[in-house]
């Protein structure tokens, strides 16, 4: 009411300033906020020594939160503006700890890893199991052959199905045809979904089950048939392995399991000190049964983790036609401080595992390019113009030289017809990129989440086909933070185990896990703050949650890693091995012995 007298009287004495006058009056009107809610207790922690990945106060020792979200940052005298004026409560179990903000994997699928790592193994590396024993392995064919008839003569009924994950094809040296496992059971149908999840082999009974016919799968690309025209099992990237999995999926995928799934890899990531992860292809297997779980998943009191879906575009586009970026956006309505929807997801090639991804001239060592799977960068662009038009953070997933320049083309086609601030198109693993690749991601402001699988498990398997220089400057770090290209890196798991620690040190080493450690393109190594900021505030910005998490500063959620020491002061080659202790995700402790073992999921 005073406003409105004080605007009155202004109009009458100056009426040639009053449009002026009255903007003032309402600026005034502007500058008295509502209120925030009010501060309820505090909880200062104290730590040895916190690591913000905030450049105005890298290092402090305390940092105070309340309501799940950093007050303040400092030392514990820093604090006393708000421990003076509300209840205040220190705690002291971090204090020879080393605080870093909650680590953000970029690049996961945490539903199909949470399933997949529960199914009988094939992987060639040690699978770590966060409730036991680490998988040991298994390195060739024969013993792969070998382990899969086990799993199958361990399950009672000889008709129900199987699902087995983690087949390398290039540790293994060979792509198992039918009759290969038909070794392992005549019976069983059996699915071997490889590594990369790229590719999906599986066996006579399976075929006959579930009535596959040539005919009914010769519209597919990537089905594979022996020199008759028959099956020979063999289902090669995403659209032909869909077909198995909408086929067998209901049989496999027991929905009693699945919340026990979702705690197995909430549990591996939590041990790994993620407080937020991706997921990079949301709906993928179902999107009913992923949007219910994530929702439940991430009210659930169990569950440690903030989700980032990145919707995959072609299952809403099947399934929704015309309203699927409708759908789409309409997710976002169930967002909450752990489920926040952002992006869409397309894919631009095959797998770097399995020497699927597309490859540019010279392609491979013995003459191929790569899978079929793969547009021109016309086309590309035509599918993904409504939703960048839609005003999507698009990502892509972008392997081969030739894949990662049809994506960066298509971008520039995209930009051409539409030009947009802050797009962050991401490209999503990087497995062969060229110096001229970066240079133009760099000019048309995307960014790179680049997979350290690819130099850590995979040069040493993959040189003989890309060749000793592309197998090693893989991901390219140190040329993309000297172009000053926002980059992150992830696990993808699946394909890897999540571990940003590990990735840290794989993009500071240059190191591979095998026993005599080779160095891949040292002069590509990143030191180990660059290293840390990909798996916190770089991840964060990747992932469009940059103002949310990723660093430790006032107003952002209070999620933490806390660690037994610094990665920046340990010697480099000591970066993985060093302990998470807890995590802390929205204030509330959560020590790594506590996901030591399944819990019921509530
Ligand atoms: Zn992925």
Redesign the pocket.
């Known amino acids: 009411m005073r406003k409105f007298k004080f605007k009155i009287k202004l109009n009458i004495i100056c009426i040639g300033l009053c449009s002026l006058v009255t903007g003032t009056a309402y600026a005034v009107q502007l500058l008295d906020p509502p209120s925030t809610p009010k501060v309820t207790n505090i909880t200062v922690f104290v730590a040895k020594k916190i690591v913000t990945m905030d450049p105005a106060i890298p290092n402090a020792t305390a940092v105070a939160v309340a309501d799940g979200r950093i007050l303040s940052v400092g030392s514990l005298a820093d604090m006393k503006p708000w421990t003076d004026k509300y209840p205040t409560q220190i705690n002291r179990e971090f204090a020879n700890k080393v605080i870093y903000p909650g680590f953000v994997e970029p ?3 945490p539903l199909l890893a949470g399933i997949l790592f529960n199914k009988p193994l094939l992987t060639p590396s040690p699978m770590p199991n966060p409730w036991g024993a680490a998988f040991p392995g298994v390195a060739t064919l024969p013993a792969a052959l070998s382990q899969l008839k086990k799993y199958s003569d361990d399950i009672k009924d000889p008709t129900k199905p199987l699902l087995a994950w983690g087949y390398d094809v290039v540790a293994m040296g060979k792509v198992p045809d039918r009759q290969m496992l038909d070794q392992a059971s005549s019976t069983r149908p059996i699915i071997v979904w490889d590594i990369s ?1 790229h590719d999906m082999y599986v066996n006579s009974a399976m075929i006959k089950a579930y009535d596959i016919t040539p005919e009914k799968v010769k519209s597919i690309p990537g089905v594979g048939l022996d020199e008759n025209g028959q099956l020979n099992g063999r289902f090669l990237e995403i659209p032909a392995l869909m077909f198995i999995m909408k086929l067998a999926g209901k049989d496999i995928l027991s929905a009693n399991e699945i919340p026990r799934d979702y705690l197995y890899i909430n549990d591996l990531m939590q041990q790994a000190g993620i407080t937020t992860s991706g997921d ?2 949301f709906g993928s297997l179902n999107i009913e049964m992923e949007t219910k779980l994530a929702k439940a998943f991430t009210s659930s009191a169990v569950g440690d983790l903030r989700i980032v879906p990145v919707v995959y575009a072609e299952p809403f586009i099947e399934k929704y036609g015309d309203k699927a970026i409708q759908e789409a956006q309409n997710l976002s309505q169930m967002d909450n401080d752990r489920l926040i929807f952002q992006g869409v997801k397309f894919y631009s090639d095959g797998g770097y595992l399995p020497e699927t991804m597309r490859m540019e001239n010279p392609g491979y060592v013995d003459g191929s390019l790569g899978s079929s799977n793969y547009k021109t960068a016309q086309d590309f662009a035509g599918a993904m113009r409504p939703w960048w038009d839609a005003g999507f953070h698009i990502h892509i ?1 972008s392997n081969g030289d030739k894949g990662n320049q049809n994506s960066v083309n298509a971008l520039q086609l995209m930009l051409d017809a539409k030009p947009r601030f802050d797009h962050r198109y991401t490209i ?1 693993h990087f497995g062969i990129p060229s110096t001229a690749m970066v240079m133009k991601i760099k000019t048309l402001g995307a960014v790179v989440s680049a997979n350290m699988s690819y130099i850590s498990e995979r040069a040493e398997l993959e040189y003989p086909a890309l060749g000793m220089d592309r197998a090693s400057y893989a991901t390219r770090l140190g040329t993309l933070v000297r172009s000053g290209v926002v980059t992150s890196i992830h696990s ?1 798991a699946p ?1 890897s185990a999540p571990s940003p620690l590990k990735e840290a040190w794989t993009a500071v080493t240059r190191k591979d896990v095998y026993k005599d450690g080779k160095v891949w393109a040292p002069a590509e190594a990143v030191t180990v703050q660059d290293a840390m900021k990909m798996i916190t505030i770089n991840a964060a910005y990747t992932l469009g949650v940059e103002d949310k998490v990723g660093s430790i500063e006032a107003g952002k959620f209070a999620d933490f890693a806390v660690l037994d020491q610094d990665p920046q002061t340990v010697p480099a080659l000591k970066i993985k091995d060093v302990a998470v202790f807890a995590t802390v995700i929205g204030g509330k402790v959560v020590p790594v012995s506590e996901t030591k073992k399944p819990r019921p999921f509530r």
Do not use: Y
């Open positions: 690049h996961a699928h999840g990079l292809a997933h999503n993808d394909v």
